[in-house]
């Protein structure tokens, strides 16, 4: 029984790498901003803001369930040839990070309308900062928005196979941003995607999971 002891203290006492948590959220990252995409200061047509609970009562609205605060920002897919669906509630959030990037769209094509939203964010410290956005895509051909940072080129956010559920997407590149107010301009690329939040970190290993606080940073 002594033996046995020993030898599983032993084992427990052995040193893992730092990779075997790597999927836990960083709880001392040192700068997390996180912020509700509702919040935006303009948004133009097609573009929307979704209210669950208002949508509940409005049959021209197929909203989804699980929202920071029953808010979303939502480009409406096409208009459907049967009635509208009942709001739908989505499931729990799939697994944070990027899921592996679609293959070829093949005959999808991106929608010709503008819609748009604007969100300011202000940035503590100069950095470079990790982009997350919180999103409920519909399928493969509608699972994408264009962003654009003050007024630099835009970059293709999305495009990952996560559909019919609210999850967090990972940018590709680190932003260089500097101290101070900085415009996020998310404009429509497909029909049918929704936001909820928008989450910038400096810290790699901070890992979104479900609602976040959107309270960070400010």
């Given at each position: 029984?002594?033996?046995?002891?020993?030898?599983?203290?032993?084992?427990?006492?052995?040193?893992?790498?730092?990779?075997?948590?790597?999927?836990?959220?960083?709880?001392?990252?040192?700068?997390?901003?996180?912020?509700?995409?509702?919040?935006?200061?303009?948004?133009?047509?097609?573009?929307?803001?979704?209210?669950?609970?208002?949508?509940?009562?409005?049959?021209?609205?197929?909203?989804?369930?699980?929202?920071?605060?029953?808010?979303?920002?939502?480009?409406?897919?096409?208009?459907?040839?049967?009635?509208?669906?009942?709001?739908?509630?989505?499931?729990?959030?799939?697994?944070?990070?990027?899921?592996?990037?679609?293959?070829?769209?093949?005959?999808?094509?991106?929608?010709?309308k503008?819609?748009?939203?604007?969100?300011?964010?202000?940035?503590?410290?100069?950095?470079?900062?990790?982009?997350?956005?919180?999103?409920?895509?519909?399928?493969?051909?509608?699972?994408?928005?264009?962003?654009?940072?003050?007024?630099?080129?835009?970059?293709?956010?999305?495009?990952?196979?996560?559909?019919?559920?609210?999850?967090?997407v990972?940018?590709?590149?680190?932003?260089?941003?500097?101290?101070?107010?900085?415009?996020?301009?998310?404009?429509?690329?497909?029909?049918?995607?929704?936001i909820?939040?928008?989450?910038?970190?400096?810290?790699?290993?901070?890992?979104?999971v479900?609602?976040?606080?959107?309270?960070?940073?400010?």
């Amino acid at each position: 029984m002594i033996r046995q002891t020993i030898l599983l203290a032993c084992c427990f006492a052995v040193p893992l790498p730092f990779c075997a948590f790597s999927w836990l959220p960083s709880a001392h990252a040192d700068n997390v901003i996180c912020v509700e995409a509702e919040s935006a200061d303009t948004v133009n047509a097609p573009m929307r803001i979704v209210d669950f609970k208002e949508a509940e009562t409005n049959d021209a609205v197929a909203a989804v369930k699980g929202a920071s605060k029953d808010k979303y920002l939502e480009i409406p897919r096409k208009r459907p040839t049967k009635p509208a669906a009942e709001p739908t509630e989505a499931k729990a959030d799939a697994p944070t990070g990027n899921t592996p990037t679609a293959p070829p769209k093949g005959d999808c094509l991106t929608s010709p309308k503008k819609g748009s939203a604007s969100i300011t964010i202000h940035i503590p410290e100069d950095g470079r900062y990790y982009l997350w956005g919180r999103a409920w895509w519909m399928d493969e051909c509608r699972n994408s928005i264009t962003i654009v940072v003050d007024k630099k080129p835009g970059f293709t956010f999305g495009d990952d196979r996560t559909f019919k559920c609210w999850h967090w997407v990972k940018a590709l590149n680190r932003l260089k941003l500097s101290k101070g107010k900085h415009t996020f301009q998310l404009k429509q690329r497909e029909p049918g995607v929704k936001i909820d939040q928008l989450l910038l970190a400096d810290d790699r290993r901070y890992i979104p999971v479900g609602i976040e606080n959107s309270g960070k940073g400010e």
